[in-house]
C-alpha cells in the first residue's frame, strides 16, 4: 500500500522513502547496506516517536481523514469471520455509504454496521465519501432490530465528516430518521460497542454510535461538527479550521478527560495508515474486553447502562 505523506511528514516520508532505496540498491548490488539501513530505521522510528507524539489537533483531523486509513471493510476482514452483508432499508433503497451484516467475533453471532469511505475518487462516488442517505440509517436500524431479536452484540464503526446534507436526503428525512436511531439505540438490551475508528462527525456519527462503550483509535476525531463548518459559522471563514479544532476538544485526548469516550485504541507508531493488521489486532482486543465486560451484564442492565452513560455526558454550570 503506497501511504500518501502529510503536511508534516516529510522528514518521516524521506527516510521512507531512503530505506526504500538502500534496500533494493542491496537486491541488485554486491554491496551490503544492512548497517546502514538499521541505523536510518532506528532514526525514523525516533522521528516517528516525536512527530506522533506532539500532534496538534488540526493535525490528528489529516491523519483521521487519511485515505490510507482503514476502513470498516478493512476491519471486518481483519477481525471477523462468516461476514455476510445485509442491504437494503425495506423502504427506498441500499445505501452503501454504510456496510451492515452478520458475522462472527472470536466465534460469537454478532452485527456489524459501520461507515465505508472509498479508496479513490470512483469508490468514493458509490460510497458517497462515508456520508449517509436516511436510508442508510434505516438499514441500520433494521440490522439492529434484528440483533435485538436474535440477541446477537451489535459492534459498530464509526467514519464520517457527517450526515449527507443534499436536497434528496432532506426531503426522505435525514434528521428523523437519524433521530429515530438515537431514541431506538438507546432502548437496545443487547450490548453495544462503539469504534471511532477515523472521523466522527456530527448526528451522521452519533446515528450509529449510542453504545455501551465507545472506543476511539488514538489519532481519530469526534466532534459535534467538522471544523472547516465551525471555522465557517463562528467565524465565517473556513480558513479558521486550525482554530476551531482547537476549540472543538475533539481528540481522543481530550474526549476521555471529558468521559464522551470509554478508552483509546492505540494506533502503530505513524498512524494506523502504516499498518493495518496491527491496527485491527489492537481493535479486536479492546473490542474482546469490552464484549467480557458487557455481556455479564442483563439485558435490563444494558439498557440502564446506555441511559446512565449518555445522560452523564456534558456540564451544566449555574
Not at 4 to 16: H, M, V
Not at 37 to 55: C, F, P, R, T
Not at 73 to 91: P, S, V
Not at 173 to 181: F, H, L
Request: aromatic share 8%.
Amino acid at each position: 500500500m503506497t501511504v500518501q505523506p502529510l503536511e508534516f511528514e516529510s522528514q518521516i516520508y524521506e527516510l521512507e522513502t531512503k530505506i526504500e532505496e538502500l534496500k533494493n540498491l542491496s537486491n541488485i548490488a554486491d554491496d551490503d547496506f544492512k548497517s546502514e539501513i538499521q541505523s536510518l530505521e532506528k532514526k525514523l522510528e525516533k522521528v516517528k516517536a516525536s512527530v506522533y507524539k506532539n500532534l496538534t489537533p488540526a493535525q490528528k483531523v489529516l491523519v483521521a481523514r487519511h485515505p490510507n486509513r482503514p476502513y470498516t471493510m478493512d476491519y471486518i476482514k481483519l477481525i471477523f469471520t462468516d461476514f455476510c452483508e445485509l442491504h437494503g432499508d425495506r423502504l427506498f433503497r441500499d445505501d452503501p455509504a454504510i456496510v451492515a451484516g452478520v458475522a462472527k467475533f472470536e466465534g460469537e453471532p454478532v452485527v456489524v454496521v459501520g461507515h465505508q469511505k472509498g479508496r479513490n475518487t470512483k469508490e468514493n462516488i458509490v460510497r458517497n465519501f462515508g456520508m449517509a442517505n436516511p436510508e442508510g440509517y434505516r438499514k441500520a436500524l433494521r440490522i439492529f432490530h434484528m440483533a435485538e431479536k436474535f440477541k446477537r452484540p451489535i459492534i459498530t464503526f464509526v467514519d464520517t465528516p457527517g450526515a449527507y446534507p443534499g436536497i434528496g436526503a432532506e426531503e426522505r428525512g435525514q434528521a428523523e430518521a437519524i433521530a429515530r436511531n438515537l431514541f431506538e439505540m438507546a432502548g437496545l438490551t443487547v450490548p453495544i460497542i462503539t469504534v471511532i475508528s477515523g472521523e466522527g462527525g456530527s448526528g451522521g456519527a452519533l446515528g450509529i454510535a449510542v453504545g455501551n462503550k465507545v472506543l476511539m483509535l488514538e489519532h481519530s476525531i469526534y466532534a459535534v461538527i467538522s471544523p472547516e463548518g465551525c471555522a465557517s459559522i463562528l467565524w465565517k471563514d473556513p480558513s479558521y479550521a486550525k482554530r476551531a479544532a482547537e476549540a472543538l476538544k475533539l481528540t481522543a485526548q481530550d474526549l476521555i478527560k471529558f468521559n464522551i469516550i470509554d478508552e483509546i485504541i492505540p494506533e502503530p507508531l505513524g498512524g494506523s495508515h502504516r499498518d493495518h493488521v496491527q491496527t485491527a489486532s489492537n481493535v479486536r482486543k479492546a473490542i474482546f474486553k469490552s464484549l467480557q465486560e458487557l455481556k455479564s451484564m442483563s439485558p435490563q442492565r444494558l439498557f440502564e447502562h446506555r441511559y446512565e452513560k449518555f445522560r452523564k455526558m456534558g456540564v451544566f454550570a449555574g
